[in-house]
């Protein structure tokens, strides 16, 4: 549900996801919020009771076009984008593919009239503490990583199990040819063909890159492995 589809136009038909909608494994819908509105001058927003700078989505198009979406069915689970919702992560992402179908608000302006969120049980989801103008772009961020773990969606089922935020752990750096580059060598230990090695290599570049990068993921993985 948006005021701008246009947004997902080709972000629909390109990478991964053009070729999951093509082979039919995924299915995105684009609602245009703006044709649900009862207004004659074709408005979805209004000034914000109490005063404030900018305008506020009206409740009536955005559940109205929620009510035309679910035509009667119930179940189905409801991310509006905010920053004011719970930080979106891959465990969130695993849990999402989970579902056969979501719905996702995308809010514009300054949001959306609270009334619209309590009518359509929405669960605010954030990508990340800072504002952008829309919902549409944190959209198609958790569409595109929730997609990943759909079956089918990646020709190499394995390559999720490999990755960043796997166990709390940032993933490992990653060579391929040539062997040198600009003065810079691919580590030997990567051609040693002693796979127990490289893997020892790669936990261990994980630990150090985490520690660095991203500390408070570094705890839970100390946590977890008492």
Request: hydrophobic share 35%.
């Given at each position: 549900?948006?005021?701008?589809?246009?947004?997902?136009?080709?972000?629909?038909?390109?990478?991964?996801?053009?070729?999951?909608?093509?082979?039919?494994?995924?299915?995105?819908?684009?609602?245009?919020?703006?044709?649900?509105?009862?207004?004659?001058?074709?408005?979805?927003?209004?000034?914000?009771?109490?005063?404030?700078?900018?305008?506020?989505?009206?409740?009536?198009?955005?559940?109205?076009?929620?009510?035309?979406?679910?035509?009667?069915?119930?179940?189905?689970?409801?991310?509006?984008?905010?920053?004011?919702?719970?930080?979106?992560n891959q465990e969130m992402a695993i849990e999402m593919s989970n579902e056969t179908e979501i719905n996702f608000l995308c809010g514009h302006y300054e949001g959306v009239d609270e009334r619209a969120l309590t009518l359509i049980n929405a669960e605010e989801?954030?990508?990340?503490?800072?504002?952008?103008?829309?919902?549409?772009?944190?959209?198609?961020?958790?569409?595109?990583?929730?997609?990943?773990?759909?079956?089918?969606?990646?020709?190499?089922?394995?390559?999720?199990?490999?990755?960043?935020?796997?166990?709390?752990?940032?993933?490992?750096?990653?060579?391929?040819?040539?062997?040198?580059?600009?003065?810079?060598?691919?580590?030997?230990?990567?051609?040693?063909?002693?796979?127990?090695?490289?893997?020892?290599?790669?936990?261990?570049?994980?630990?150090?890159?985490?520690?660095?990068?991203?500390?408070?993921?570094?705890?839970?993985?100390?946590?977890?492995?008492?």
């Amino acid at each position: 549900m948006t005021l701008f589809p246009m947004m997902f136009t080709d972000f629909k038909r390109e990478s991964l996801i053009g070729k999951a909608v093509e082979k039919k494994i995924l299915e995105i819908n684009v609602f245009n919020i703006r044709d649900y509105t009862l207004q004659r001058s074709n408005s979805v927003d209004d000034e914000v009771y109490g005063g404030g700078n900018g305008m506020l989505m009206m409740a009536q198009p955005i559940y109205d076009c929620y009510r035309a979406i679910m035509n009667g069915r119930t179940g189905i689970k409801t991310y509006y984008l905010s920053p004011k919702g719970k930080t979106f992560n891959q465990e969130m992402a695993i849990e999402m593919s989970n579902e056969t179908e979501i719905n996702f608000l995308c809010g514009h302006y300054e949001g959306v009239d609270e009334r619209a969120l309590t009518l359509i049980n929405a669960e605010e989801v954030s990508i990340g503490d800072y504002v952008l103008t829309g919902g549409e772009l944190p959209c198609m961020v958790i569409i595109d990583a929730v997609a990943r773990f759909v079956k089918g969606v990646l020709s190499n089922e394995e390559s999720t199990n490999e990755e960043s935020f796997r166990n709390n752990l940032l993933e490992y750096p990653q060579y391929t040819r040539p062997y040198e580059y600009e003065g810079l060598k691919v580590p030997d230990i990567l051609l040693s063909g002693d796979h127990k090695k490289v893997e020892e290599w790669r936990l261990n570049k994980s630990i150090e890159l985490t520690k660095r990068n991203r500390p408070d993921l570094y705890k839970k993985y100390l946590n977890e492995d008492v």
